[in-house]
């Protein structure tokens, strides 16, 4: 007799194992949402060859915030009858009935909340399954704004380059290139702050010394995942006119030479006002011509000079 009821047991096992074999639900592993836009999670029921026009006796799909966790329901089906919905979840299909094998569940106005695992469980007149799929929420980042601290820039003064993008998520980066590509991220100093809705703002601020030599500034917003999704680029303000950028190096080019030319003309200028002084400063006393040399670049007076000619 014990025996018999041990063969009965494993025999109703056996029979519930096939049963459920001949049902399964079928999910897309990972769906990406867009935050703000429509969310598809995609299941679709799959039944055995032997099944015939089977019917869908309840739906259960449900918000899960840990593996373990038994799920908070945001849509269910039984008995012929929808449960009333969670705001903004329905099936992906209006006219849905117990007839449609696709159970897939469609989301609207996406939030950073939805982002997570879903439950999806199906029970049907041949058997019932359970399958799991993610949602990983996505908002696109963008740069706001690129401004100096402050406004007006001097050249030879300290500044900071700020950058600022729009909220995004997942949580991103920000980056700052100079001419040529060169990276000068690690210059900077990010900060993050999250909003009430989940959403992140990123801001960076890049140090500039005095007499900083770059012309331009490109701040680059990187995704969670690495990839670019927007960038601006800065020019510093032109000089103002007839007066030279001394950031730029064709600045100090132009000017070194100019300096030397403009040394050489002053010593040229002075040795020349010396021979004039010499040459034409004359006195008459006592019947004679005297001469009397000054040199006013160096504030000396020649005195007793040389007589140059007697009196005629």
């Known amino acids: 007799m014990a025996s018999s009821g041990i063969l009965v047991f494993i025999f109703t096992v056996l029979c519930i194992c096939a049963v459920k074999s001949f049902v399964k639900v079928e999910c897309k592993t990972k769906n990406v949402g867009h ?6 999670l995609e299941c679709v029921v799959k039944t055995g060859e032997s099944v015939i026009d089977p019917t869908i006796r309840t739906v259960a799909w449900k918000k899960l915030t840990s593996p373990e966790d038994e799920g908070d329901l945001v849509l269910g089906f039984q008995k012929g009858k929808l449960d009333e919905p969670k705001r903004g979840y329905m099936f992906a ?3 849905w009935d117990e007839k449609n094998m696709n159970v ?3 989301i609207n106005n996406t939030a950073v909340a939805h982002n997570g695992d879903y439950e999806c469980m199906v029970i049907t007149d041949s058997g019932d399954h359970t399958s799991v799929t993610t949602l990983k929420v996505q908002a696109r980042y963008s740069i706001s704004t690129v401004h100096f601290t402050p406004e007006k820039v001097d050249p030879n003064s300290d500044s900071t380059l700020i950058c600022k993008s729009r909220e995004g998520y997942p949580k991103g980066t920000l980056h700052w290139f100079v001419e040529e590509n060169n990276d000068w991220t690690k210059s900077s100093e990010m900060e993050v702050t999250q909003s009430d809705d989940g959403l992140f703002q990123l801001t960076s601020r890049l140090p500039l010394f005095q007499q900083s030599t770059f012309q331009k500034y490109t701040c680059v917003v990187l995704n969670a995942s ?3 999704e927007d960038e601006f680029t800065f020019e510093m303000p032109a000089p103002l006119e007839g007066v030279p950028d001394p950031r730029s190096p064709e ?20 040795a020349l006002l010396l021979y004039r002084r010499r040459s034409q400063s004359h006195v008459i006393r006592d019947g004679k011509i005297h001469s009397h040399h000054c040199c006013a670049g160096l504030n000396v007076a020649f005195e007793n000079c040389e007589q140059v000619q007697t009196a005629v």
Request: one cysteine or more; glycine letters at 12%.
């Open 251 to 270: 600045t100090s080019k132009v000017v070194a030479p100019l300096v030397v030319i403009g040394s050489l003309i002053i010593g040229l200028l002075c």
């Open 35 to 40: 935050y703000g836009q429509q969310s598809l």
């Open 93 to 95: 299909e209006p006219s």
């Open 104 to 106: 897939s569940l469609l």
């Open 226 to 228: 690495g990839s670019k």
